[in-house]
């Protein structure tokens, strides 16, 4: 080495290459880290220019940027593509600047360079990592909250960009009668200028058996499947040909721990050799589509049952109304039992009475010194009465019997009355006091609350015949003639009418309080062996009905056992949007 401001030991020291030049560019001196990192010996490159390491791969920007700085005498810093002897490429880390002599001219240039191949593929990698990283969890949040649109399709454009492939696709598998095991072309994306394959018919029933045994069994085993297409095998360069493509990277699609398909990324333009850690991460996005169509398959069957389930509910609904109508109907032809009962009792006495007065005037028609106007008009007078009460009476039954009546504000103690009426001689005959308000007759503090008025008597008939019974059974059971009381309350708060009917029949065995509003379940039967009252387990069941069912109220029973029984009925004072008129009940 010549030149005195050079130290060659120091400079062999040097991990770093060091290329020394002149003001015109031509090699004088290069250190043995350069011959390492370029393949390049002192003898070859001394006396040449120092562009010899740039090569096909060499950004023609940078060159120009290398030589503007030469000529300006200012360092330059950069890293570039270049070429070891022999042709391979490796990134440069450049750093050189130039050296000058006292009155500041340049004299040489000094070149460091550095091979940084390895750390620059070590930051494409982890940028590509965190590249496709980053599109993958962008493509798992659209399937996971997917609103609208088609989330397998947008979840092949994330791995068309996250690929920088020229078409992305998904095959699903289906088993055809004729051909056994097929797959058909379901999904797909493609890059500007790429043919789009998804209407192509010869894609939408592939047999495996034909050409593709091999994919058969390596996406089934979990393998994937990559390469350039002429190296593949003949049967199946037949079918990818035509589309083509130049290299294939395939991944196995599973759902449910089944193999249903595979998702394809094509080259069109080049060929390819897919990266191991690219592959890894392809892997998790098509894992991640398998998840989503999973959990598509599990809420479609799940909507499935529960449209199942639905029809099922409507259906079991529809047979526990039309069963309701049936037993309230039942109930109510057992109630008109009941009614017919407690009318020819009624009219027993009127009827008698109305015999006697006939028979008087009968008697006084042919007598008649015996007889006198005033007396005639007595007689006529007590019949008239006599048959105003029994015409009542018909008034209050057919007000029990009416169908389809509208919802009605009403006077609930005036309903509480005409249902008494029917059994006030029974109830004088048995020794039972009904106990009713001083205003039950209208009064602004009488209750009033919309209700379906026969519907609502039924109610309250089936509850008095309840009181009755109960009362006639403490009797029996307990030897005694205590007189009946059934007490009659009425009340109105903000929003509700209450109407409260308690007896003192003794009440119910507090184990079986659960079980009064059952339907067919009766206690007018328990322990009594002569059955002196029998009941259809239908009474309170049918009060539940009417009351809640159909006219929005509750009931509640208060049971007191020794003491006797309260029923409780709670009615709106005002209803949203109210049937027309109540459903026929079966008679």
Known sequence: MTNPLINEQLLNSI???????????????????????????????????????????????????????????????????????????????????????????????????????????????????????????????????????????????????????DRVYIFLNFYHPEHGMCTRYAYEACAPGVTPELHNPDLQCVPFHVGFQRWAQELGAGRIISGAIQDFPASEQALLV???????????????????????????????????????????????????????????????????????????????????????????????????????????????????????????????????????????????????DLSQTLENLQGFCRKNEPLQTRDLLNEVNAAINLFQTQFTDLDITIDLPDHYQKSATSPMAPIYPAAFRQALFNIFTNARDAIQMWRHEHQTNQPGLIKVKSWQDKQHACLSISDNGGGANADLEERLFEPFFTTKDIGRGDGVISGTGLGLYTVKQLIEGQMFGTVQLLNQPGKGLEVLLELPLSVQNPPAALQDQPQ
């Open 15 to 165: 991990s770093q290459g060091v290329l020394v030049s002149d003001a015109e560019g031509q090699i004088r001196y290069i250190n043995d880290a350069f011959t390492r990192i370029t393949g390049w010996t002192r003898d070859e490159v001394l006396s040449q220019p120092c562009d010899f390491l740039d090569g096909p791969g060499t950004d023609p920007a940078a060159v120009q940027k290398i030589q503007h700085c030469l000529q300006e005498g200012t360092p330059y810093y950069g890293e570039i593509y270049h070429y070891r002897k022999g042709g391979l490429p490796f990134w440069d880390e450049l750093y050189i600047t130039p050296v000058l002599d006292d009155s500041q001219q340049v004299i040489q240039f000094i070149s460091l360079h550095n091979d940084v191949t390895r750390r620059r593929q070590t930051t494409q990698t982890l940028s590509r990592r965190i590249r496709y990283e980053s599109i993958i969890a962008r493509m798992s949040n659209r399937l996971l909250v997917h609103r609208g649109g088609d989330p397998l399709s947008e979840s092949l454009e994330y791995l068309l960009e996250a690929s920088e492939s």
């Open 242 to 388: 035509p589309q083509g493509i130049q290299s294939i990277l395939v991944i196995p699609l599973y759902s449910q721990g089944s193999w249903i398909g595979f998702i394809g990324l094509d080259d069109i333009q080049h060929e390819r050799s897919w990266d191991t850690n690219d592959i890894r991460l392809l892997r998790t996005g098509a894992e991640v589509i398998g998840a989503y169509m999973e959990h598509r398959e599990f809420q479609q069957e799940l909507q499935k049952i529960n449209e199942e389930l639905e029809q099922r509910v409507q259906v079991e609904v529809q047979r526990r109304q039309a069963s309701e109508r049936a037993l309230i109907g039942q109930s109510r032809i057992a109630s008109m039992g009941e009614m017919v009962t407690a009318i020819a009792h009624h009219w027993r006495q009127p009827l008698n009475m109305i015999a006697l007065q006939v028979q008087a005037l009968h008697d006084l028609w042919h007598n008649p010194e015996a007889r006198s106007d005033e007396e005639v008009g007595e007689i006529t007078q007590r019949v008239m009465e006599r048959v105003s």
